[in-house]
T-cell receptor, first 114, second 110 residues
Framework: NAGVTQTPKFQVLKTGQSMTLQCAQDMNHNSMYWYRQDPGMGLRLIYYSASEGTTDKGEVPNGYNVSRLNKREFSLRLESAAPSQTSVYFCATRPGQGAWREQFFGPGTRLTVL | AQRVTQPEKLLSVFKGAPVELKCNYSYSGSPELFWYVQYSRQRLQLLLR??SRESIKGFTADLNKGETSFHLKKPFAQEEDSAMYYC????????????FGTGTQLKVEL
């Protein structure tokens, strides 16, 4: 099992360009999350999907959109990239039921916006 | 609003010395707390959760509700403990969201 996979691993964009970060999981988890990781700020939640067909804003949703394509896939789209969106992006998943269930993280996508 | 504070960006200790990574939280209910670790070039992974009261890789963390703390401790640091450590608090409400602290980089020197 691959667990949580993210593509691409690295990306460089120019300001104003658009792109979609892909996340897929083979663990049959219900919940999926997108975080960004910035030095000195830790991980901040961008969007999440508690279950297939639902999405909700997290702490820092501005400038992003998401699609929960099916149970396996959760994509993050930057419509018009800005330098402030330079970051490392992590996708995570979690089983839907049960307290104290951990989140499982993907390897990350390092994005640079020039 | 709930918050997780990790006051140290960097903690440097010598091999064999005790380690304490600090985590304080603010939360109105009964907290669910976790420690996650990210080794160099690896993905973020769960280290331990407070409900388990377990020791993982020699690390323990005790919830102190009076001091609203969940410090991570290890009596004798090893070189392989060098990593980024994040304290996380589960959100109230739906979605099983986590609030992360800003992280502490632990560097164990020989």
């Amino acid at each position: 099992n691959a667990g949580v996979t993210q593509t691409p691993k690295f990306q460089v964009l120019k300001t104003g360009q658009s792109m979609t970060l892909q996340c897929a999981q083979d663990m049959n988890h219900n919940s999926m999350y997108w975080y960004r990781q910035d030095p000195g700020m830790g991980l901040r939640l961008i969007y999440y999907s508690a279950s297939e067909g639902t999405t909700d804003k997290g702490e820092v949703p501005n400038g992003y959109n998401v699609s929960r394509l099916n149970k396996r896939e959760f994509s993050l789209r930057l419509e018009s990239a800005a330098p402030s969106q330079t970051s490392v992006y992590f996708c995570a998943t979690r089983p839907g039921q049960g307290a104290w269930r951990e989140q499982f993280f993907g390897p990350g996508t390092r994005l640079t916006v020039l | 609003a709930q918050r997780v504070t990790q006051p140290e960006k960097l903690l440097s200790v010598f091999k064999g010395a005790p380690v304490e990574l600090k985590c304080n939280y603010s939360y109105s209910g009964s907290p669910e707390l976790f420690w996650y670790v990210q080794y160099s070039r690896q993905r973020l992974q769960l280290l331990l959760r407070h409900i388990s009261r377990e020791s993982i890789k020699g690390f323990t963390a005790d919830l102190n509700k009076g001091e609203t703390s969940f410090h991570l401790k290890k009596p004798f640091a090893q070189e392989e403990d060098s990593a980024m450590y994040y304290c996380a608090l589960k959100h109230q409400g739906g979605g099983n969201k986590l609030t992360f602290g800003t992280g502490t980089q632990l560097k164990v020197e020989l």
